[in-house]
């Protein structure tokens, strides 16, 4: 049964991601390509490039793509929905507890931990993008990228000078800027 | 009656259109949905959003998806959980079906991805300045111990530590505060 082990094996990718799409990527590898060969390396690099000019989670881009190429339309929905079993499960029960005792005292003090967590976790997550956008990451000298630091300092500035506006607006504005600047840099 | 139906509407139209313009992956998602369920809408208040992307982040899969459903949820129950997950779903969903299809064409979308490239400094940037702007609103509202957290979770990844054991060291330091006030 094609359908039953898509079903699973995407729910078992659901089931072991936590973190998030960084921490998806090794198992979906490890099972799509390596285990069950239902693409092989080159297909894998495509689904990565195409997951990153395209909205969304990765998985969900992942099942789509594999279910469509193994089984058609219907195994893209049989995967994507496995993918998702293991959350809806487990999210409900959070959901339900956390609506019901949010207000108690130790949910409370746990919460106010996480969050404090996750607040630190985002921090560094944009801190680490930054660094690599300027291409820094590297001891090795890489070229220190000058139109992204202009980009960053331009963003930056609006961010604090029209506090309320739309992150979308800023993102499709500096990614038009940047375009239009790269054709200036590199005459 | 109509505005019952206007919720659960509204709920699917935004989960949506998240999902449809959200590239890139990772916290992206954050400013996106505080933009909308919290500035916009007025659904939800930031500690509460706040405290279902930890929650999010926790539980297995993906955080926009987990996010969202904890949004509807908190909105119209199980219904609403189920619509903003479809909400979330259907957008990546059919563009790579679309994409399966026409498969061979990828070189023309290198345009689109040019412009993605340039919007990843402006991405680098909303993220860190979403946790920057957190930081300095549990300042001022002296959330001492949020504070001291973050500061703890600041020093555990400068050890290079697995973000699962981040999270379950910050829940049990919860645990013991929590017994430590209470006596």
Same mark, same amino acid.
């Given at each position: 049964m094609l359908y039953l082990k898509l079903y699973l094996v995407f729910a078992k990718i659901g089931l072991f991601s936590i973190g998030g799409g960084y921490a998806s990527l090794p198992l979906i590898e490890e099972n799509i390509v390596n285990n069950y060969k239902w693409l092989n390396n080159s297909e894998f690099l495509d689904l990565l490039s195409i997951s990153q000019m395209t909205p969304?989670?990765?998985?969900?881009?992942?099942?789509?793509?594999?279910?469509?190429?193994?089984?058609?339309?219907?195994?893209?929905?049989?995967?994507?929905?496995?993918?998702?079993?293991?959350?809806?499960?487990?999210?409900?029960?959070?959901?339900?507890?956390?609506?019901?005792?949010?207000?108690?005292?130790?949910?409370?003090?746990?919460?106010?931990?996480?969050?404090?967590?996750?607040?630190?976790?985002?921090?560094?997550?944009?801190y680490k993008m930054i660094l690599q956008q300027l291409h820094l990451e590297n001891n090795y000298n890489d070229n220190f990228n000058i139109l992204n630091l202009t980009l960053m300092i331009i963003t930056f500035i609006i961010l604090r000078i029209v506090k309320k506006i739309d992150p979308l607006i800023v993102m499709l504005c500096i990614g038009i800027l940047g375009m239009f600047l790269s054709g200036i840099f590199s005459v | 009656m109509?505005?019952?139906?206007?919720?659960?509407?509204?709920?699917?139209?935004?989960?949506?259109?998240?999902?449809?313009?959200?590239?890139?992956g990772g916290y992206v998602i954050v400013p996106i949905l505080k933009k909308k369920f919290v500035e916009d809408l007025k659904y939800i208040d930031d500690e509460e959003m706040m405290n279902m992307i930890a929650i999010s982040q926790s539980s297995p899969g993906a955080v926009a998806i987990n996010t969202s459903m904890m949004i509807g949820f908190k909105l119209k129950g199980a219904l609403g959980g189920f619509i903003s997950v479809l909400g979330t779903v259907l957008p990546p969903f059919l563009i790579i079906s679309l994409i399966s299809i026409f498969y061979d064409n990828l070189s023309k979308m290198q345009l689109f991805s040019k412009f993605l490239q340039y919007t990843q400094p402006a991405i680098a940037?909303?993220?860190? &300045?979403?946790?920057?702007? +957190?930081?300095? /609103?549990?300042?001022?509202?002296?959330? =001492? !111990?949020?504070?001291?957290?973050?500061?703890?979770?600041?020093?555990?990844?400068?050890?290079?530590? &697995?973000?699962?054991?981040? +999270?379950?060291? /910050?829940?049990?330091?919860?645990?013991? =505060? !929590?017994?430590?006030?209470?006596?």
């Open positions: 969304g989670p990765i998985a969900i881009n992942a099942a789509t793509f594999v279910g469509t190429k193994v089984a058609g339309v219907f195994g893209a929905i049989v995967a994507t929905l496995g993918f998702i079993t293991p959350s809806a499960i487990i999210i409900s029960i959070f959901s339900y507890i956390y609506f019901k005792y949010k207000d108690l005292g130790i949910f409370k003090s746990i919460l106010n931990s996480l969050r404090g967590s996750v607040i630190a976790l985002i921090g560094i997550s944009g | 109509n505005n019952k139906q206007n919720i659960y509407w509204t709920i699917f139209i935004s989960t949506f259109y998240i999902s449809a313009v959200t590239f890139g940037v909303i993220i860190f &300045n979403v946790a920057f702007n +957190l930081i300095l /609103s549990s300042k001022e509202k002296k959330e =001492n !111990y949020v504070l001291f957290i973050i500061m703890i979770t600041l020093i555990l990844s400068l050890f290079k530590i &697995n973000m699962m054991y981040i +999270l379950l060291i /910050s829940a049990l330091l919860g645990i013991i =505060n !929590y017994f430590v006030k209470r006596r």
